[in-house]
Each structure stands twice: as structure tokens, then as C-alpha cells.
């Protein structure tokens, strides 16, 4: 396969699919994500088939628990795979929308209207409910996209693709609206990030390494976040029940998420109460604890924390805690270490619950939550295309509006300026 050839083709067919698809209707592109919906439920074999080879051979390739996790297709999975499209196609539709319409003196209406991105391209790593997650947000905002999995999920991409083609085409929209790399070549992505004339923005998903690459080396924008080292910070005269479950909750839902809590910080008046029943908690759940020098006074077993922890993201079962005088030396540690993605404080008090909002500068902040609920589905969005922490173009998850972008419309009735 020639590589830049076959890039070529893909980008001249997503900039044809695109316009295409801005100028379809809302209920045509509903009926894509509906009867798309359909087919994966009806290739539930297919597949579980084709994951289960992706399995094997990532097993063979020595892939590590966190990473087959987020490559393994669950019933459960796919489940949430459907229940997203059918969310995202009951949503309503950003495209068309106009708002801030003002008359002005000369008798000309200015507003703004929500357009589409145009062609998106998406890179990600291992997770295969992905590729639903990202065709159906970029459909439904008029968008075509381009699609490169990890090289570990090519068969279930390659599953998934099919379902995605057949719904496009039975509501008579392109089947190259959305297109999943054939290819595990590594080339493919220099070629994707690089080509301004076909492709208008590049969100990745996965490891610091891949996005420092694409942000590094791309030629067209880049929605991104880097690390999710998130911190859950429970405020001295919290409500310990709550304070526990969040906290265990933030860190062993999951361990391989951006939106896990990989910090714990503990006011020094709430420490001694709460930690030993939280490191009993962890204990069972195999998580390994490294502290400061206040948290070992309480908790002897735990290892020294050292500075690299504070700023590490581990995806796996282990966790970081600090115990700090109050809240401004947690605000100050979240502010210095955080990757700007999610952090949560467990508190009673309004007032510093509201302080928290305000100075800690993530793209979510929480007020007695779980870190894990930072997700598109969660709020609301029907899924996301993935999370930005940074300021310009979209912030926090990336759902349908953060796929469009407005342009100035006027209205007129024959006026000239004079």
C-alpha cells in the first residue's frame, strides 16, 4: 500500500462526504446513528469475534492490564455503545442554531449561526467504543471524520466500521462521511495531521507520547489533553461517609481512565479519621498507597511518596496522598500539579466549595463528585470525541458543539453603507 496515496484518497473523499453531510437534514443524519445503532446490535457476534482475536493477540504482544482493559468489548460495553447513539441521536441538533441577533442602527440584523467543523480527524489508542463514541458526535454535528485506532484494535475497528457504513448508507448519506483506517502503519498519522487542505482539526486520544507527537508535529489544529492527573481533596469538617465513597470511587471504578483520581489530599484536621479506613478500603482492592511524610505517620505501610508522584498519571491501582493544612495549600498542590483535566472537593462548607471553583483551574471542577463522572456521557453530552483542558477551541469534554463553530450572518432589506 502506498501510504500517501492512500491518505490522499481518504482526505479528497472526507472533504467531498463533509459538504455532504453539513447539508443533510437533522433527521436524515438521526436515521444514520439510529440504523447504525441497529447493526452493531445485530453484529454482536461479529463483534465479540473480531475482539476476541484483538484480545489474543494483544495478550501474545504483552500488552498490560490497564491497556487490555480498555481493548476488551464487554456485552456491557457494547451496550453503552448503543445507548450512546441513541442518545446522540435524541439530542438536539447544534447545527443551524442561531443566536445573538441584534438590530443595528444602520437596520441590518447581525447574528450568529452553529456550522460544522468540516473533517475531523481522530487518533486513539486501544479503546474501540471510540470509534462509535467519535462517528456518531461528528455525524450528528454535520461533520465527516477520519478515523486511526491503536494497531492493537484493528479487527474490532474494522467490525465496528462496517456497522457505521451500513447505517450511513441505508439513510442514503456517504458511507466515506466516516472512515476507519485500514492500516496499523504508523506513517498513516503523519500523513493525517498534515494535511490542511482535507483535514480542519485533529483531536487524539491516548498516551502523553502520542499527543506530544501529533501536537508537536501537526499542521492543523489540535483538540487535546495531555495527562489526567486528577485530585480529590477532602476539606476539613467534610461528611467522612461521603469523603470515603467518593474517594474510593474516584480511584477503583476504574484504573486506566484520564478521569480516575491518581491524588488524594486530606485536610490535616480530617486525616487521622478518614485515612486508615480508606487504606483498609484500597488494601482490598490491591491499590498501592505512597504518601508524604504525615500520611506515613498515620499509615505506616504506605511507601514514600516522592516528588515525581505528585505530577505522575499511574492508570493503574496505584495512588498518590498528601495530607495539607487547608484549603489554600490544596488549591496551591492542585494548581501546581494538576493536569487541568478534573478535580473534586468534598466539603460542607459553601463558601470554600465555591473558593474551589473559582482558583482551581481544570476544565472540570467538582463539588462533592466523583473525578469519574468527567465524561460526556455523564454530562449529557451523549458521548464525547474526548477532552480538552486547553482554553481555545473547547474545554472539558467535547461533545456536539464543540464540533461546530459559528460564523456572522446578516440580514438585511436592501441597506448600503454610506
Same mark, same amino acid.
Given at each position: 500500500m502506498d501510504?500517501?496515496?492512500?491518505?490522499?484518497?481518504?482526505?479528497? @473523499?472526507?472533504?467531498?462526504?463533509?459538504?455532504k453531510?453539513?447539508?443533510?437534514s437533522?433527521?436524515?443524519?438521526?436515521?444514520?446513528?439510529? =440504523?447504525?445503532?441497529?447493526?452493531?446490535?445485530?453484529?454482536?457476534?461479529?463483534?465479540?469475534?473480531?475482539?476476541?482475536?484483538?484480545?489474543?493477540?494483544?495478550?501474545?504482544?504483552?500488552?498490560?492490564?490497564? @491497556?487490555?482493559?480498555?481493548?476488551?468489548?464487554?456485552?456491557?460495553?457494547?451496550d453503552?455503545?448503543?445507548?450512546?447513539?441513541?442518545?446522540?441521536?435524541?439530542?438536539?441538533?447544534?447545527?443551524?442554531?442561531?443566536?445573538?441577533?441584534? #438590530?443595528?442602527? !444602520?437596520?441590518? @440584523?447581525?447574528?450568529?449561526?452553529?456550522?460544522?467543523?468540516g473533517?475531523?480527524?481522530?487518533?486513539?489508542?486501544?479503546?474501540?467504543?471510540?470509534?462509535?463514541?467519535?462517528?456518531?458526535?461528528?455525524?450528528?454535528?454535520?461533520?465527516?471524520?477520519?478515523?486511526?485506532?491503536?494497531?492493537?484494535?484493528l479487527?474490532?475497528? &474494522?467490525?465496528i466500521?462496517?456497522?457505521? =457504513?451500513? &447505517?450511513?448508507?441505508?439513510?442514503?448519506?456517504?458511507?466515506?462521511?466516516v472512515?476507519?483506517?485500514?492500516?496499523?502503519?504508523?506513517?498513516?498519522?503523519?500523513?493525517?495531521?498534515?494535511?490542511?487542505?482535507?483535514?480542519?482539526?485533529i483531536?487524539p486520544?491516548?498516551?502523553?507520547?502520542?499527543?506530544?507527537?501529533?501536537?508537536?508535529?501537526?499542521?492543523?489544529?489540535v483538540?487535546?489533553?495531555?495527562?489526567?492527573?486528577?485530585?480529590?481533596?477532602?476539606?476539613?469538617?467534610?461528611?467522612?461517609?461521603?469523603?470515603?465513597?467518593?474517594?474510593l470511587?474516584?480511584?477503583t471504578?476504574?484504573y486506566?481512565t484520564c478521569?480516575t483520581?491518581?491524588?488524594?489530599?486530606?485536610?490535616?484536621s480530617?486525616?487521622?479519621?478518614?485515612?486508615?479506613?480508606?487504606?483498609? =478500603?484500597?488494601?482490598?482492592?490491591?491499590?498501592?498507597?505512597?504518601?508524604?511524610?504525615?500520611?506515613?505517620?498515620?499509615?505506616?505501610?504506605?511507601?514514600?511518596a516522592?516528588?515525581?508522584?505528585w505530577?505522575?498519571?499511574?492508570?493503574?491501582?496505584?495512588?498518590?496522598?498528601?495530607?495539607?493544612?487547608?484549603?489554600?495549600?490544596?488549591?496551591?498542590?492542585?494548581?501546581?500539579?494538576?493536569?487541568?483535566?478534573?478535580?473534586?472537593?468534598?466539603t460542607?462548607?459553601?463558601?470554600?466549595?465555591?473558593?474551589?471553583?473559582?482558583?482551581?483551574?481544570?476544565?472540570?471542577?467538582?463539588?462533592?463528585?466523583?473525578t469519574?463522572?468527567?465524561?460526556g456521557?455523564?454530562?449529557?453530552?451523549?458521548?464525547?470525541?474526548?477532552?480538552? #483542558?486547553?482554553?481555545?477551541?473547547?474545554?472539558?469534554?467535547?461533545?456536539?458543539?464543540?464540533?461546530? !463553530?459559528?460564523?456572522y450572518?446578516?440580514?438585511?432589506?436592501?441597506?448600503?453603507?454610506?
Amino acid at each position: 500500500m502506498d501510504i500517501a496515496q492512500y491518505m490522499d484518497r481518504l482526505g479528497r @473523499q472526507a472533504r467531498e462526504a463533509a459538504a455532504k453531510v453539513a447539508a443533510s437534514s437533522t433527521a436524515t443524519r438521526n436515521a444514520a446513528l439510529l =440504523a447504525a445503532r441497529d447493526a452493531l446490535d445485530g453484529a454482536r457476534a461479529a463483534l465479540a469475534e473480531a475482539n476476541a482475536r484483538d484480545m489474543a493477540r494483544g495478550r501474545e504482544n504483552n500488552l498490560d492490564a490497564p @491497556q487490555l482493559d480498555r481493548l476488551e468489548l464487554t456485552p456491557a460495553r457494547i451496550d453503552t455503545m448503543l445507548e450512546g447513539l441513541t442518545q446522540v441521536a435524541s439530542l438536539p441538533d447544534p447545527v443551524g442554531s442561531m443566536t445573538d441577533l441584534n #438590530t443595528r442602527p !444602520s437596520g441590518i @440584523q447581525v447574528g450568529k449561526m452553529r456550522v460544522p467543523l468540516g473533517v475531523i480527524g481522530i487518533i486513539y489508542e486501544s479503546r474501540p467504543n471510540v470509534t462509535v463514541e467519535a462517528a456518531s458526535l461528528c455525524l450528528k454535528s454535520g461533520n465527516a471524520t477520519i478515523l486511526r485506532g491503536g494497531s492493537e484494535a484493528l479487527a474490532s475497528n &474494522g467490525a465496528i466500521a462496517a456497522c457505521l =457504513a451500513e &447505517g450511513l448508507r441505508s439513510a442514503g448519506l456517504p458511507e466515506t462521511a466516516v472512515q476507519v483506517l485500514e492500516t496499523p502503519d504508523r506513517a498513516a498519522v503523519g500523513h493525517l495531521i498534515a494535511m490542511p487542505d482535507y483535514v480542519d482539526v485533529i483531536v487524539p486520544r491516548g498516551g502523553k507520547g502520542l499527543i506530544e507527537r501529533i501536537s508537536r508535529d501537526a499542521r492543523v489544529p489540535v483538540i487535546k489533553h495531555l495527562d489526567g492527573i486528577c485530585h480529590v481533596y477532602i476539606d476539613e469538617g467534610a461528611d467522612l461517609d461521603m469523603a470515603f465513597n467518593i474517594a474510593l470511587n474516584a480511584k477503583t471504578h476504574r484504573y486506566g481512565t484520564c478521569n480516575t483520581m491518581e491524588t488524594l489530599l486530606v485536610a490535616a484536621s480530617e486525616a487521622p479519621a478518614i485515612l486508615p479506613r480508606l487504606a483498609l =478500603a484500597y488494601g482490598d482492592k490491591g491499590v498501592e498507597l505512597r504518601g508524604c511524610e504525615r500520611t506515613r505517620a498515620i499509615l505506616p505501610e504506605s511507601r514514600a511518596a516522592t516528588e515525581q508522584d505528585w505530577g505522575e498519571e499511574y492508570l493503574a491501582p496505584v495512588l498518590a496522598i498528601r495530607v495539607v493544612d487547608d484549603l489554600d495549600a490544596a488549591i496551591a498542590h492542585i494548581n501546581r500539579y494538576s493536569s487541568r483535566h478534573t478535580d473534586s472537593i468534598v466539603t460542607r462548607d459553601h463558601g470554600r466549595a465555591m473558593r474551589f471553583l473559582r482558583e482551581v483551574d481544570s476544565s472540570s471542577v467538582m463539588i462533592n463528585a466523583s473525578t469519574r463522572f468527567a465524561d460526556g456521557f455523564e454530562y449529557g453530552l451523549g458521548a464525547e470525541i474526548g477532552i480538552s #483542558t486547553d482554553k481555545l477551541h473547547a474545554r472539558g469534554p467535547v461533545g456536539l458543539e464543540g464540533l461546530t !463553530s459559528q460564523k456572522y450572518v446578516v440580514f438585511g432589506e436592501g441597506q448600503i453603507r454610506s
